[in-house]
């Protein structure tokens, strides 16, 4: 059964890189990696696509190993506005592409 | 651009009830897709449709729920005989090709009493 399983939360504090590790054993050759970011009350919003290695963009960087049973979203120099619930998303392929979205983890920021 | 909008923002019903709610995807968007999320948990992937078809429907609990996209933009997630347990925040999102990034909406907050 494929499951993708992330900590319920972390602490971390103002200027502080940030790692969250999200688990997925059942990924396939060809499925994604994606990671959201969702504030209260609002959607949540695209941070960084992976497939495999490394990938950065200007917020995130997404780093995947070569068994691809886990991926690590990275967060430099977080602030208080980086406060909010993290979400890893595994796309599953198979008879049918099943969208699995992990619990979160809630980031809390401290100054 | 305008973003993905969902209407309407808050809907209260009873139980036993029919509700529909309405999402508008970015335009241009081919994948449309629905979720439901409760109270600290993660968005739970309901159906996704790749034009006017459910390319996967498998995420729907049961039949009383049955979304439509009849002209390959706009789409109506529909619940039947609605239950306590159907109470949720009901997430859309859209875009542009097959699993790519996607842009939520708000969200429709669904209370059934």
């Known amino acids: 059964l494929a499951k993708t399983t992330q900590p319920i939360s972390m602490d971390s504090y103002e200027g502080q890189e940030v790692n969250i590790t999200c688990s997925h054993n059942n990924i396939a050759t060809n499925d994604y990696i994606t990671w959201y970011q969702q504030f209260p009350s609002q959607g949540p919003r695209f941070i960084i696509q992976g497939y495999k290695t490394k990938v950065t963009n200007e917020v995130a960087s997404l780093f995947i190993p070569a068994d691809r049973k886990s991926s690590t979203l990275s967060l430099p120099r977080v602030s208080l506005s980086d406060t909010a619930v993290y979400y890893c998303?595994?796309?599953?392929?198979?008879?049918?592409?099943?969208?699995?979205f992990g619990q979160g983890t809630t980031l809390q920021v401290k100054p | 651009g305008a973003g993905v909008s969902q209407t309407p923002s808050n809907k209260v019903t009873e139980k036993g009830k029919y509700v529909e709610l309405r999402c508008d995807p970015i335009?241009?968007?081919?994948?449309l897709y629905w979720y439901r999320q409760s109270l600290g948990q993660g968005p739970e992937f309901l159906i996704y449709?790749?034009?006017?078809?459910?390319?996967?429907d498998s995420g729907l609990p049961n039949d009383r729920f049955f979304a439509v996209r009849p002209e390959g933009s706009v789409s109506t997630l529909k619940i039947q005989r609605t239950e306590r347990g159907d109470s949720a925040v009901y997430l859309c999102a859209s875009s542009l090709g097959s699993y790519n990034e996607q842009f939520f909406g708000p969200g429709t907050r669904l209370t059934v009493l």
């Open positions: 449709f790749q034009g006017t078809g459910a390319a996967d």
């Open positions: 998303l595994v796309v599953y392929s198979g008879n049918t592409g099943k969208l699995i």
């Open positions: 335009s241009g968007h081919t994948a």
